[in-house]
C-alpha cells in the first residue's frame, strides 16, 4: 500500500458479495454485519461475530445504500432494525480498533510519536508505516515523507492518534514491521473508505 492507501494487489484472499454494489470485492475492503438475536444488525468489525454473514463494502456510500435502500431485510429476507447513522456507528467501531492496534504496537515498542523520534525512525529506516493526523499542519506533514517501501496512513484525527500513545494532539507516529503493523494497514485502509470514499462505483 502506498501514500494514497490504494492496495497492490486485489486479487489475492478469500471474496464475498457486497449486498450495495451487487458484486464480489475481497472480504479485506468489506465490512460484516450479523443479525442478532433481537432482530438488529450488528457491524462485525473483528469478523468473529456468530451467524451468518451480510457483506457490504467499507465505503460510506455503500452503507448508506444498504440503509436507505433496506438491503439488510431484503438479503437476511426478515426485517430487521437498522440504524439510520450506520455509517457514523462503523466509523467510529473501526477507529476504536484502529487506535487500540496502535496502542497493542506502541507497549510492544513497535511504535513512537512525535515529530523527532518518527523522523529518527524514518532515517534509520525502522518505520514501515507513516502515520500523520489528518487535522495536523499541512507544513509540518510535508516535512517527512512515506518509507521506502512502506505505507501512509493520514485520515485519523490527533485525538485519535493521541489515545494510542495516552496524551493529546499527536500529530506524527510510525510503526516498525510486525504483524501489528499489518493489522493497523489493513483496518485503517477500511477505515478509508468511511472518510475519504473511493466513489468509483454507481449508486
Not at 473483528?46 to 457490504?56: D, N
Not at 437498522?82 to 496502535?102: H, T
Not at 493497523?184 to 475519504?196: H, M, T
Request: glycine letters at 12%.
Amino acid at each position: 500500500m502506498g501514500r494514497g492507501g490504494k492496495r497492490r494487489d486485489r486479487s489475492t484472499g478469500p471474496e464475498r458479495r457486497c449486498i450495495a454494489k451487487r458484486r464480489s470485492c475481497p472480504v479485506s475492503e468489506l465490512l460484516r454485519f450479523v443479525v442478532d438475536p433481537d432482530g438488529r444488525i450488528v457491524p462485525d468489525i473483528a469478523g468473529k461475530l456468530p451467524g451468518r454473514g451480510i457483506w457490504v463494502s467499507a465505503e460510506r456510500a455503500a452503507i448508506e445504500k444498504a440503509v436507505s435502500k433496506r438491503l439488510f431485510s431484503r438479503v437476511s429476507r426478515q426485517s430487521v432494525s437498522v440504524p439510520e447513522d450506520l455509517a457514523e456507528i462503523v466509523d467510529r467501531l473501526l477507529a476504536r480498533r484502529v487506535v487500540q492496534l496502535i496502542s497493542l504496537a506502541r507497549k510492544g515498542g513497535m511504535a513512537v510519536a512525535g515529530y523527532e523520534r518518527v523522523r529518527d525512525w524514518l532515517v534509520s529506516e525502522r518505520a514501515k508505516v507513516l502515520i500523520q493526523a489528518s487535522d495536523g499542519s499541512t507544513r509540518g506533514k510535508s516535512k517527512l515523507g512515506t518509507p521506502r517501501d512502506g505505507s501512509w496512513i493520514g485520515w485519523v484525527t490527533s485525538d485519535e492518534l493521541g489515545k494510542a500513545f495516552g496524551r493529546p494532539g499527536v500529530v506524527h507516529a510510525a510503526l516498525s514491521a510486525g504483524s501489528l503493523c499489518e493489522s493497523v494497514v489493513s483496518e485503517a485502509s477500511r477505515l478509508k473508505g468511511l472518510r475519504v470514499g473511493r466513489g468509483d462505483w454507481p449508486l
